[in-house]
């Protein structure tokens, strides 16, 4: 070939492919589907779980990238870090929306946060897809079109509890129901309070007899006065709502005081990650309680073993649950894409499956 002749073809392919670029350039985004990630990377729901929910859920759309995405279109994250701060997480949101232009968002562990954001979001007419906030404020009476939520709500989790300690009560205490002291704590946001709720609720009809009923800060420095209550009212069992380190606190401050005990039940968030309630209490920890969504490994474990491998090469031990939450609800939201229906929260609340299983 004649170099003027290679000029020529080299000049039209080069033109052929300018031609095509624009058009490669339309096409490419449709086969990519743009997803916010708002986690709390920082303060103190990081410690309380949300990290962990943060690295489950980058696990599994790793995972699915790896596979080829969904249907063919790639998910492309942009993470966010909501720091445990209500309006840094509806800020956070908005930036997504509005500068990133993500097609949804996915996330959000404090329900403190999502009550204000739902409501944002939902303005905005994009999909928000909630991997805990199991608050009931969060969606109860709102009639949200675009806010969904893969999990039980919060005055499930207190009526769960209640119902298990009625049933063993006799057998692992040795009293009857109504023979039975209870406290009920729990941090005073949306969260703390919804569970408390339930937990009140299904105390009153065990029987129960409730010595303490009372809410507190999360970010309080002391709860020395909690537990001179707590110890004024002996009561057999105690059900905690909190996240960390208010959780941290109690335990540590009820060991210097002397607080004793029968049985203790956590109701998530903080009594999620096993590890740090070691590194409070050592072997102690193996005596609580925890009510909790099914992990995602006791759901098929056979289906699940190429993604338990991406896991074990990418995290390290203890917070297994809360790990496993982000992946499951992202696999869930999985389903819902490939298969989408009316994006009405309530319809999505009541058709997935609810957390009833208790773990010691």
Not at 7 to 32: D, G, I, N, S, T
Not at 107 to 122: I, K, L, N
Not at 134 to 143: T, Y
């Amino acid at each position: 070939m004649k170099l003027g002749d290679f000029r020529r073809l080299l000049c039209a392919a080069v033109a052929v492919a300018l031609l095509a670029l624009p058009a490669a350039q339309a096409e490419e985004p449709a086969k990519r589907l743009k997803i916010g990630v708002v986690y709390d990377l920082t303060g103190p729901f990081a410690g309380g779980g949300s990290e962990l929910h943060y690295l489950g859920a980058k696990i599994i759309i790793d995972w699915f990238n790896q596979q080829g995405g969904i249907d063919g279109y790639k998910v492309d994250p942009i993470y966010a870090d909501a720091q445990s701060k209500p309006d840094v997480a509806i800020n956070e949101a908005v930036r997504l929306i509005e500068q990133e232009k993500v097609d949804m968002l996915l996330g959000f562990y404090s329900s403190a946060e999502c009550v204000p954001a739902a409501a944002r979001v939902e303005q905005f007419k994009k999909f928000m897809w909630i991997t805990t906030c199991i608050a009931s404020p969060v969606l109860e009476g709102r009639n949200l079109q675009y806010v969904f939520r893969p999990q039980p709500y919060g005055r499930q989790w207190g009526l769960t509890s209640t119902e298990m300690v009625a049933a063993y009560s006799k057998a692992q205490l040795g009293k009857d129901p109504k023979g039975l002291k209870v406290a009920i704590i729990h941090e005073d946001g949306a969260y703390g309070t919804d569970v408390a709720k339930g937990t009140a609720e299904g105390a009153a009809e065990a029987g129960f007899q409730v010595v303490v009923n009372e809410g507190y800060s999360a970010s309080a420095p002391d709860l020395s006065s909690l537990v001179t209550k707590l110890k004024r009212g002996q009561p057999d069992v105690i059900f905690h709502t909190g996240y960390n380190p208010d959780i941290t606190l109690f335990l540590r401050q009820a060991r210097e005081l002397g607080l004793k005990f029968s049985t203790l039940i956590g109701h998530g968030a903080g009594y999620g990650v096993y590890s740090k309630l070691k590194e409070t209490v050592g072997a102690d920890a193996n005596y609580f309680f925890n009510v909790d969504p099914i992990s995602i490994w006791q759901t098929n474990p056979k289906s699940l073993k190429e993604i338990r491998r991406c896991y074990l090469r990418r995290s390290a031990p203890g917070g297994a649950r809360h790990r496993s939450a982000g992946r499951l609800d992202d696999a869930r939201l999985r389903h819902q894409v490939r298969a989408p229906g009316r994006p009405d929260g309530r319809t999505e609340r009541a058709r997935l499956p609810g957390g009833r299983a208790i773990r010691r």
